[in-house]
């Protein structure tokens, strides 16, 4: 990973990407949307909120893609493990789940971006991009509070 100004990771070195998701067709398909753009690189897969907090432990990927609905250990406390023993993996939730508190949950522990899966195809990249620059990426039906920030 290239460090930038104000730590925005730039794009001279690859980005290294841990998923965690317990649906592995819904992790090969997140696969196919990050090949899209050649600097992005999946390190590791997970299926479960304990293995998401050992891997990150284990290889401090740049970035984090996390489901909130996983086994063992829910992606909300996976994430404020990680937090502690990977802080410098940005984290993305890409879930199922819409609920604004949820967001606003996960915004306060320190996850950057919030992805719906149904939009993941038009905002998957958009968030990583947005994420990777150290801004906020959450779906504009989903900012209920006026902090929360979109890419545009």
Known sequence: MNVC???????LATVRILIVDDFEPWRR??????????DLKVICQGSDGLEAVQKSTE????LILLDIGLP????MEAARQIRKV???SRIIFLTSYDDP????????????????KSDAASDLLR??????????FVPQRLCSIP??????
Not at 29 to 38: E, F, M, P, T, Y
């Open 5 to 11: 100004l104000k730590g925005a990771i730039c794009n």
């Open 29 to 38: 398909a997140v696969c196919s949307i990050l090949q899209q753009d050649k």
């Open 59 to 62: 290889l401090q990927p740049d």
């Open 72 to 75: 063992n250990l829910n992606g």
């Open 86 to 88: 990977a802080p410098g």
């Open 101 to 116: 508190e949820l967001v606003q949950e996960a915004l306060r522990i320190g996850v950057l971006g919030f992805v719906i």
């Open 127 to 136: 968030a990583v991009r947005a994420v990777l620059r150290n801004q906020r």
């Open 147 to 152: 902090w929360m920030i979109q890419d545009s």
